[in-house]
């Protein structure tokens, strides 16, 4: 397993924080998924070959700009 932690900006709401907790959620390999709108941050638990790009590609078509804090890229 691997941790990624994700920054999220235009996140508003609690609504926004669901929306994108549930945008991660449907990329295969993802394990768990903890959004804190205080925090503006997602973590995500992904299995090992899950590819980086895919989870920052569902968080910006949901509509929020997102850059990787922790984590590395593939």
């Known amino acids: 397993m691997k941790l990624l ?5 235009g ?3 609690d609504g926004c924080a669901g929306t994108v907790r549930e945008a991660l959620e449907e ?4 394990e768990s998924v903890d959004v804190t709108l205080e925090e503006k941050r997602a ?9 980086d790009a895919a989870l920052i590609g569902v968080v910006a078509a949901a ?7 922790f ?4």
């Open 27 to 30: 990329v295969v390999g993802v």
């Open 63 to 69: 509509g929020y700009e997102v850059s990787v804090l």
């Open 11 to 13: 996140m508003m709401c």
């Open 5 to 9: 932690v994700l920054a999220v900006e």
């Open 43 to 51: 973590r995500v638990t992904v299995a090992e070959g899950t590819p």
């Open 71 to 74: 984590g590395a890229l593939r």
